[in-house]
T-cell receptor, first 113, second 114 residues
Framework: GQQVMQIPQYQHVQEGEDFTTYCNSS?????IQWYKQRPGGHPVFLIQ?????EVKKQKRLTFQFGEAKKNSSLHITATQTTDVGTYFC?????????????FGTGTRLTIIP | DVKVTQSSRYLVKRTGEKVFLECVQD?????MFWYRQDPGLGLRLIYF???????EKGDIPEGYSVSREKKERFSLILESASTNQTSMYLC?????????????FGEGSWLTVV
């Protein structure tokens, strides 16, 4: 299946520092979604990016889709303890008009208070 | 709110046992999915279904089968459990039919095969 590489695998930051996770694909992505999974929880949808070069913000979170639609990033400004969790990107593929998601390996964020 | 319910949160099974993981969604979603999650490997798609009695293999279907007899229910079956199937299993659903593709996950089922 489609390979979506996500880096870094782990990130430890001091509370208040910024955090970024990156997704890269060798092929052009149609759409990309981002999910957050809290420790012990299940992945929860954050956002979907569709257009080349698209930038979307949710409070302290900024999501970008590359111009070539081969990469995406999630940036968190001034991390808080509530940001702890694993962040996944997911490529949205189409199968006869129905969506199928292929997930990246995730970036696990821990916050040092 | 969409509710995806997995019947068992924690299971311990013996090698060779047949294991059923049940999943029910209450939003009349067309699409349902089974993923497994392992450290360092992210979420990997096992099987998915776009309609009743329809199933498609995902990226890692070996050792698994599925059943979708009713729209709201999607079952994952391990015909003969093995220790390498110890994992967390996540069921998910989405509206489908070109109307939206946000995926909603259940709480997960932790399976240990001994």
């Amino acid at each position: 299946g489609q390979q979506v590489m996500q880096i870094p695998q782990y990130q430890h930051v001091q509370e208040g520092e910024d955090f970024t996770t990156y997704c890269n694909s060798s092929t052009t992505l149609s759409n990309i979604q981002w999910y957050k999974q809290r420790p012990g929880g299940h992945p929860v949808f954050l956002i979907q990016l569709v257009k080349s070069g698209e930038v979307k913000k949710q409070k302290r979170l900024t999501f970008q889709f590359g111009e070539a639609k081969k990469n995406s990033s999630l940036h968190i400004t001034a991390t808080q303890t509530t940001d702890v969790g694993t962040y996944f990107c997911a490529e949205v593929g189409s199968n006869f008009g129905n969506e199928k998601l292929t997930f990246g390996t995730g970036t696990r964020l821990t916050i040092i208070p | 709110d969409v509710k995806v319910t997995q019947s068992s949160r924690y299971l311990v099974k013996r090698t060779g046992e047949k294991v059923f993981l049940e999943c029910v969604q209450d939003m009349d979603h067309e699409n349902m999915f089974w993923y497994r999650q392992d450290p360092g490997l992210g979420l990997r798609l096992i099987y998915f279904s776009y309609d009743v009695k329809m199933k498609e293999k995902g990226d890692i279907p070996e050792g698994y089968s599925v059943s979708r007899e009713k729209k709201e229910r999607f079952s994952l079956i391990l015909e003969s459990a093995s220790t390498n199937q110890t994992s967390m299993y996540l069921c998910a659903s989405s509206l489908g039919g070109g109307h939206g593709n946000t995926i909603y996950f259940g709480e997960g089922s932790w399976l240990t095969v001994v």
